[in-house]
């Protein structure tokens, strides 16, 4: 059984930085892409970036470009997010998917993931 669990702290200043974590079990994350969501009150899921399992290629949603870095570690079965200055808008719950092939196609798009985690709530405060 697939299982994504995000980790990390749930509670950012304004102007810090988040780190995320999404440990993968019950597969082997290899040559898959993951992505990185999010959705905040009374908003649709919102993409925010996105690796390719073929060639690390990386993607990122227009409102956290240039602030946002996304890593994997295929052998530890773990995708990452960092964020600098984080802004009110930035609070959310934050979900990790897993597709189950590798390629651009869809990459940014909720339908390009078959397993999703429970998310982690960010909250910025000031």
């Known amino acids: 059984q697939v299982q994504l669990v995000e980790t990390g702290r749930g509670l950012v200043l304004a102007g810090g930085s988040l780190n995320l974590s999404c440990k993968a079990s019950g597969v082997t994350i290899r040559k898959y892409n993951m992505g990185w969501f999010r959705e905040a009150p009374g908003k649709g899921r919102e993409f925010v970036g996105a690796t390719n399992g073929l060639n690390d290629f990386r993607w990122y949603g227009d409102s956290v470009k240039g602030r946002a870095t996304i890593s994997r570690d295929d052998a530890a079965n773990t995708l990452y997010l960092q964020m600098n200055n984080m802004q009110f808008d930035d609070t959310a719950a934050y979900y990790c998917?897993?597709?189950?092939?590798?390629?651009?196609?869809?990459?940014?798009?909720?339908?390009?993931?078959?397993?999703w985690g429970l998310g982690t709530q960010v909250t910025v405060s000031s």
């Open positions: 998917a897993l597709a189950d092939y590798g390629g651009s196609y869809e990459i940014d798009r909720i339908g390009g993931y078959t397993y």
